[in-house]
T-cell receptor, first 110, second 110 residues
Framework: DADVTQTPRNRITKTGKRIMLECSQTKGHDRMYWYRQDPGLGLRLIYYSFDVKDINKGEISDGYSVSRQAQAKFSLSLESAIPNQTALYFC?????????FGPGTRLTVL | KNEVEQSPQNLTAQEGEFITINCSYSVGISALHWLQQHPGGGIVSLFMLSSGKKKHGRLIATINIQEKHSSLHITASHPRDSAVYICAATVMDSNYQLIWGAGTKLIIKP
């Protein structure tokens, strides 16, 4: 079984809908991250969490929120999705600087 | 100007060729990462290095701290090496935050 899982893997939704992307990990890492990837651009950090009580904004947090429900779970929400949030979203965990990625969620907002 | 620059953006080569992908950075770092993203989207860590050279199979990563430059080499390239290769830097004194290059898309033709 994969160490970092994401659900759903693909999602198509409409403008204005609320969307939640979920991430679970079995690696036992305290640090978790949400990134988005757009074609031709590097990964951009949305939010990160160093433990259950610690949530931090990344470089592009506007329009997103997160919840760290447990050490193993970190969810990303789009409160009111818009088309320019169409992207590939990755969850990652880290230990000592090296990051371990989930398989990604491809989100399309129509 | 991005703090982590990769070159080339795209590279097409014939099977068997020696491949070099370059990464330059403009900030103080504690580690440099090379990751691989396959067409299916998943991202895996290849190397994390802070000095010298590391080798894994046909992949070699080098870093020159004074010149703020790293290279990823692939010897005896194979079509299965086709992927996007991403350079990322752990910024010094940043609590392990990464800054990302835009990636190099490599295609190896049989």
């Amino acid at each position: 079984d994969a160490d970092v899982t994401q659900t759903p893997r693909n999602r198509i939704t409409k403008t204005g809908k609320r969307i939640m992307l979920e991430c679970s990990q079995t690696k036992g890492h305290d640090r978790m991250y949400w990134y988005r990837q757009d074609p031709g651009l590097g990964l951009r950090l949305i939010y990160y969490s160093f433990d259950v009580k610690d949530i931090n904004k990344g470089e592009i947090s506007d329009g997103y929120s997160v919840s760290r429900q447990a050490q193993a779970k970190f969810s990303l929400s789009l409160e009111s999705a818009i088309p320019n949030q169409t992207a590939l979203y990755f969850c990652a965990t880290s230990l000592g600087g090296e990051q371990f990625f989930g398989p990604g969620t491809r989100l399309t907002v129509l | 100007k991005n703090e982590v620059e990769q070159s080339p953006q795209n590279l097409t080569a014939q099977e068997g060729e020696f491949i070099t992908i370059n990464c330059s950075y403009s900030v103080g770092i504690s580690a440099l990462h090379w990751l691989q993203q396959h067409p299916g989207g998943g991202i895996v860590s290849l190397f994390m290095l802070s000095s010298g050279k590391k080798k894994h199979g046909r992949l070699i990563a080098t870093i020159n701290i004074q010149e703020k430059h790293s290279s990823l080499h692939i010897t005896a390239s194979h079509p299965r090496d086709s992927a996007v290769y991403i350079c990322a830097a752990t910024v010094m004194d940043s609590n392990y935050q990464l800054i990302w290059g835009a990636g190099t898309k490599l295609i190896i033709k049989p």
